[in-house]
């Protein structure tokens, strides 16, 4: 088993800056993909960024790309997402997941292990 906790979430308004943190703990001896998803009240879960366990891979959304960066250190067992020029639209409920069978990506349905997730607001 693989436990995650998020932290770093908060409120911050429009143009600001976030860094969102996972901690995995467990079975933290074997070092698994990862990825950042969100989600608002009432919508679907989206996928948000990606990191393979190397570190040397990473995806975004189109609609963070350029503003949001995904780092992990795999001796402190954490992975990081730095949030920039946040919008109003980015408010959402953020999770850090972990992918046991490194199929890498966007698909939430690869993610095994997920945490309880930090709420971000961004105010307008």
């Known amino acids: 088993q693989v436990q995650l906790v998020e932290s770093g979430g908060g409120l911050v308004q429009t143009g600001g800056s976030l860094r969102l943190s996972c901690a995995a703990s467990g079975r933290t001896f074997i070092v698994y993909d990862m990825g950042w998803f969100r989600q608002v009240p009432g919508k679907e879960r989206e996928f948000v960024a990606a990191i393979n366990w190397r570190g040397d891979t990473t995806a975004y959304a189109d609609s963070v790309k350029g503003r949001f960066f995904i780092s992990r250190d795999n001796a402190k067992n954490t992975i990081d997402l730095q949030m920039n020029s946040l919008k109003p639209d980015d408010t959402a409920l953020y999770y850090c997941?972990?992918?046991?069978?490194?199929?890498?990506?966007?698909?939430?349905?690869?993610?095994?292990?997920w945490g309880q997730g930090t709420q971000v607001t961004v105010s307008s």
């Open positions: 997941a972990a992918d046991s069978d490194y199929e890498f990506g966007r698909t939430q349905s690869h993610y095994d292990y």
